[in-house]
């Protein structure tokens, strides 16, 4: 699969994460930590949200969210590209396009 990337991309260097010290009382902005807890309504809305559908898988192609996203758009919802996060996001798009 490697003879179809770029020179470009032959030469990237793979991400290598800094160092996470064991001290607590270091703060790690670059890996998105927060010093601070939660707030007391997040908190709230989280135990109003579990039920007993957090023991099931969700849908993997999470049709509901979409339509709900492309209806606030205006868009379609076969448009609407939906992650686990950023990581599996560019990990998609790195396989779709090298």
Known sequence: MSKFWSSTVR???PYVPG??????????LNTNE??????????????FAVN???????S???DSLRKVI????????ENVFVGN????????AFQAFF
Not at 19 to 28: A, D, G, H, M, R
Not at 34 to 47: F, V
Request: charged share 35%; net charge negative; hydrophobic share 25%.
């Open 70 to 77: 492309a209806k606030r758009e205006d868009i379609e919802p």
């Open 19 to 28: 160092e996470q010290p064991n001290e607590t009382n270091v703060i790690k």
């Open 34 to 47: 927060n010093p601070y807890p939660p707030s007391p309504k997040a908190l709230e809305a989280m135990q």
């Open 60 to 62: 993997p192609t999470v």
């Open 85 to 92: 996060g950023s990581d599996e996001v560019l990990a998609f």
């Open 52 to 58: 007993d559908d957090l023991r099931k898988y969700p």
């Open 11 to 13: 030469k990237t260097k």
